[in-house]
Nanobody, 127 residues
Framework: QVQLVESGGGLVQAGGSLRLSCAAS????????MAWFRQAPGKEREFVAA????????YYADSVKGRFTISRDNAKNTVSLQMNSLKPEDTAIYYC????????????????????WGQGTQVTVSS
């Protein structure tokens, strides 16, 4: 079981960029499918982006496609989310999620797919 710690959140103006990082403990990070979700005030947690165990497959929510990029470094046990062209509606707490998964090239996109979560990092985009 990995433990996840997010970092990199903050306050940014619309049109700006932020890079979120998620550090995972443990030596089996390569066996985990990873994803980012977010939760805005008063709303349900929603999928943002996912990446396969080997990094070869990624998937994005339509709302962030073309603006956000998910990546991972299995040697450093990290997964990142590069967020460009940020909009006020991107304001939310962003969570990193992990699932031990048998398939190397598949992505998981449902909230219920992920049993392990970080504590979240706040992203605020001002207009």
């Amino acid at each position: 079981q990995v433990q996840l710690v997010e970092s990199g959140g903050g306050l940014v103006q619309a049109g700006g960029s932020l890079r979120l990082s998620c550090a995972a403990s443990g030596r089996t990070f390569v066996n985990y499918a990873m994803a980012w979700f977010r939760q805005a005030p008063g709303k349900e947690r929603e999928f943002v982006a996912a990446i396969s165990r080997n990094g070869g497959a990624t998937y994005y929510a339509d709302s962030v496609k073309g603006r956000f990029t998910i990546s991972r470094d299995n040697a450093k046990n990290t997964v990142s989310l590069q967020m460009n062209s940020l909009k006020p509606e991107d304001t939310a707490i962003y969570y990193c999620a992990a699932r031990f998964f048998a398939f190397t090239g598949a992505v998981l996109t449902r909230l219920s797919d992920y049993p392990t979560w970080g504590q979240g990092t706040q992203v605020t985009v001002s207009s």
